[in-house]
Structure formats: structure tokens, C-alpha cells
């Protein structure tokens, strides 16, 4: 029997994984007229981590989500990338968010505050009971109408099936949902760099509205911006800061909490660095905590979608750190998965409709990551010899950009992913 006309928007959608992009998945789906429920291994969903950039591409998401306002009073807009040298020289200035054209902002943000934005939105929106914690998946099987998805109560230890249309996995680079589709697959690969993340309260640095990329080659780099102004006139703002170092393998297993560095550690692989507008011992010995964790990816797929099942965020391409694109990779994904749902009332073909649309792109992202992506500028500048020009700089930053789909051209005249309201059916 086809479908009664709007019937493919009461699709039930399970998504595993409830941070970031997941909580972003739950949003795109229910305003495009579905019925999302999200399952979260965790206990609790807790504010915690350190900075994330949202570039524009997915600001405009956000905004078109209803969340304007709500972002705007959490996160700071900056306004330019500083690429300096182990010294502090400037290397290369480039503007960000509107001061590039964009017509959206840039915005820098502590994790834990976006995600709890995004959680109390999805409650609001959904119900309470959208976001069920403490549920750690186990493996799904396909039916011939659906999904049934197993996870495992981890307050009872007991057995919770739950039934659904479609199955999303949103659960980040050790992606259970992942292994099953693919139970071959190495582990994370790694390319030799610990990142040593922290934030501290310190004053404004470069006028306040800076991102600082300072230094070379991956292991040889300090990345410092505000993700908070201060809370009072000439007070400290909350700066997140991120140092890269080189040594064999330590701590937990990937995608775990990171090893804990001691600020003394911290001070001592920050002695070598001269960057006078910054005191960087006074931001080892004012994080509460300084995390450890190795630079990772995995290969790109050629499939993130099979059946009612796939992929999206960082369990479809976890990616290294450079360009600041990771996070808004995964909330364009979230986007154009529920555009693709409502295009097709065969949930399957929907799937794969968004496999083509958005894997080929992102996968293209995580090849040129490891290449160093834009980063590349402060590479070719600490080389010997090479004297970089302005025009060298902004071709590596365009070409990266334009792989992505997130030129100042492609985000502002793109079509809008938001679908219209499906009516209630009339009785």
C-alpha cells in the first residue's frame, strides 16, 4: 500500500550517540516533521570538555534550527585566524565569519555549553523523554520494515530493544554502529601527535577576537582563542588552548578521557616557546585540568549507508584537527539527512541519497586533513628559504575551503536544507 501523503514524516528514528551531532540530528529530524529518539550510553549528559569552533557553514544550520539567540549568548564570534611563528611573528591574518563576507558569524564555544544548548533544545522541542541515558548500544538487526536496535541498561544491566524505521549512529570515532557495519576495520590511525587541551581564565589576548595557530609542522604547534568574555570590566576571559608534542604512545585507548598532564609538564613544553602577548605559564597553572589525547582519523569509507542503517559525525569520518571543520561537518550532515527523508518515501533510498550527497565531500576534508589542511600556511612559512606570500596563502585556504563546500560563495547562496511543515492530518 504507498504511503498516505505526509506518512513518511512520522518515520521513527533511533540515533545512537548523544552528543553533539547526534543532539543536532534529533533537531534537524523533528523540525522536518519526524519523530527522533536519542540513546545515550552515558548516565548523565554533563557540560564538559573545552573549545570547539562552529564555522559558517554550520552557524547557518544552527540559526535556521531556531537556536540564534540561544548560541549567540554562549559562544563569541571572532573575527580573525593569526598565523604566527614559534616567536609570535606574523605569518598570515585571515578574516572570519561576517568580516570574510559570510553571512553568518564564526563562533568559538566550550563544548559542554553547546552541547547542553542543543540537549535542553531537543527536550524543549521533543519531550523529556527524547534523550534516554544510560543505555549502552550492543548491535542492531534490519527487518524487512525497520530496525530493532539492542542496547543494554547500564543501571540494571538488563536487555532494552527498541524499534524504529531508521538508525542513525552518532556515536564518534569508536563507533559501535560503525563496527558492525564494518567489523574489519583497523583501529584509529595515528600520526604520532598528543594534544595537551586546557582552559584557563586570562586576559584578552590581539584585541579579543582572535584564533592564534602559532608555530609548524604537526607536534610543533600552539593553538590559543576566548571561548568567554569576562565576567566583569578588566576581568579574565575563559581562554581554550591547545599544545601539540611528540612522544611514544601513552594513556587510554582512543576516543577515552584523556591522560591527565600535570602543569608542571605543561610549563616545561611551553619554556620553548616565546609568544609575548600570552603568558603561558600562567595558562598551565590556571587549568583546572590539562588533557591528553592523540591526533587521530580513521580512512574514509566508500559506503556510510546500508539498508535503514548509516553514518553521520564522527562515526562516518572522524577527522584531524585542522581547519576547525570536525563538529560543523557533522551538523551539515544532520541537515541534509532530514532533507533527504523527506524526499523519498522509501527510508532506504533516503539513506543513500544522503550517502552520495555528503560522503564523497567530507571524505575529500579527511584526506586533506591529513595533509594539514590549511595549516599548510605555517608549514611552508617555517621552511628554509620559502618566503610565503599572501597569494600562496589564500590559495591553500580557499582550496580547503572549497573541498569542503564552505566558501563564502557556496555557504551564502546554497538552497536552505529546511523543509516545510507537514499540516495535521484533518479527520
Given at each position: 500500500m504507498a504511503p498516505v501523503k505526509?506518512?513518511?514524516?512520522?518515520?521513527?528514528?533511533?540515533?545512537?550517540?548523544?552528543?553533539?551531532?547526534?543532539?543536532?540530528?534529533?533537531l534537524s529530524l523533528q523540525a522536518a516533521g519526524f519523530e527522533p529518539r536519542v540513546y545515550e550510553a552515558a548516565r548523565t549528559v554533563a557540560a564538559v570538555?573545552?573549545?570547539?569552533?562552529l564555522l559558517p557553514h554550520a552557524v547557518r544550520e544552527l540559526f535556521e534550527l531556531g537556536l540564534e539567540g540561544e548560541l549567540a549568548s554562549i559562544a563569541l564570534p571572532p573575527q580573525r585566524l593569526?598565523?604566527?611563528?614559534?616567536?609570535?611573528?606574523?605569518?598570515?591574518?585571515?578574516p572570519l565569519g561576517r568580516g570574510a563576507g559570510y553571512h553568518w558569524p564564526q563562533y568559538s564555544v566550550h563544548r559542554g555549553r553547546l552541547q547542553m544548548?542543543?540537549?535542553?533544545?531537543?527536550?524543549?522541542?521533543?519531550?523529556?523523554?527524547?534523550?534516554?541515558?544510560?543505555?549502552?548500544?550492543?548491535?542492531?538487526?534490519?527487518?524487512?520494515?525497520?530496525?530493532?536496535?539492542?542496547?543494554?541498561?547500564?543501571?540494571?544491566?538488563?536487555?532494552?530493544?527498541?524499534?524504529?524505521?531508521?538508525?542513525?549512529?552518532?556515536d564518534g570515532i569508536d563507533s559501535v554502529v560503525r563496527s558492525q557495519l564494518y567489523p574489519d576495520e583497523p583501529l584509529p590511525k595515528e600520526n604520532g601527535v598528543h594534544?595537551?587541551?586546557?582552559?584557563?581564565?586570562?586576559?584578552?589576548?590581539?584585541?579579543?577576537?582572535?584564533?592564534?595557530?602559532?608555530?609548524g609542522t604537526p607536534g610543533a604547534k600552539f593553538v590559543a582563542y576566548p571561548i568567554a568574555d569576562p565576567s566583569t570590566a578588566g576581568g579574565d576571559a575563559l581562554m581554550n588552548w591547545v599544545l601539540e608534542v611528540r612522544h611514544g604512545p601513552s594513556g587510554p585507548p582512543p576516543g577515552g578521557p584523556g591522560r591527565r598532564v600535570t602543569a608542571a609538564e605543561a610549563r616545561a613544553a611551553l619554556s620553548s616557546w616565546d609568544l609575548p602577548w600570552i603568558d603561558l605559564a600562567g595558562l598551565a597553572d590556571r587549568?583546572?585540568?590539562?588533557?591528553?589525547?592523540?591526533?587521530?582519523?580513521?580512512?574514509?569509507?566508500?559506503?556510510?549507508?546500508?539498508?535503514r542503517i548509516t553514518l553521520l559525525g564522527d562515526a562516518a569520518h572522524p577527522m584531524f584537527p585542522m581547519g576547525m571543520n570536525g563538529g560543523s561537518q557533522s551538523i551539515v550532515d544532520t541537515r541534509v539527512l532530514a532533507w533527504c527523508l523527506t524526499r523519498d518515501d522509501n527510508p532506504v533510498a533516503a539513506l543513500h541519497r544522503y550517502d552520495r550527497m555528503r560522503r564523497p565531500a567530507v571524505n575529500a576534508v579527511v584526506?586533506?586533513?591529513?595533509?594539514?589542511?590549511?595549516?599548510?600556511?605555517?608549514?611552508?612559512?617555517?621552511?628554509?628559504?620559502?618566503?610565503?606570500?599572501?597569494?600562496?596563502a589564500e590559495k591553500i585556504?580557499?582550496?580547503?575551503?572549497?573541498?569542503?563546500?564552505?566558501?563564502?560563495?557556496?555557504?551564502?547562496?546554497?538552497?536552505?536544507?529546511?523543509?516545510?511543515?507537514?499540516?495535521?492530518d484533518v479527520e
Open positions: 505526509g506518512e513518511y514524516r512520522r518515520m521513527r528514528v533511533c540515533i545512537v550517540g548523544g552528543g553533539i551531532a547526534g543532539l543536532a540530528c534529533a570538555g573545552v573549545g570547539i569552533n593569526d598565523y604566527r611563528t614559534r616567536l609570535g611573528e606574523l605569518v598570515w591574518v585571515e544548548l542543543l540537549l535542553t533544545a531537543v527536550r524543549e522541542r521533543l519531550g523529556p523523554g527524547a534523550v534516554r541515558t544510560g543505555l549502552r548500544f550492543q548491535r542492531f538487526e534490519q527487518t524487512p520494515d525497520g530496525v530493532r536496535a539492542h542496547f543494554m541498561d547500564r543501571s540494571s544491566g538488563l536487555p532494552v530493544v527498541e524499534e524504529a524505521d531508521v538508525l542513525v549512529g552518532a594534544m595537551w587541551r586546557g582552559v584557563a581564565h586570562h586576559p584578552h589576548i590581539l584585541g579579543g577576537r582572535s584564533i592564534v595557530v602559532a608555530g587549568s583546572p585540568a590539562i588533557l591528553e589525547y592523540p591526533m587521530i582519523d580513521r580512512d574514509p569509507l566508500p559506503r556510510w549507508s546500508f539498508g584526506l586533506a586533513n591529513r595533509n594539514l589542511g590549511p595549516e599548510r600556511i605555517i608549514t611552508l612559512a617555517e621552511e628554509p628559504g620559502n618566503a610565503l606570500h599572501s597569494g600562496q585556504s580557499t582550496r580547503y575551503k572549497r573541498l569542503g563546500r564552505a566558501t563564502v560563495s557556496q555557504v551564502n547562496t546554497h538552497s536552505s536544507w529546511t523543509v516545510p511543515a507537514v499540516a495535521a
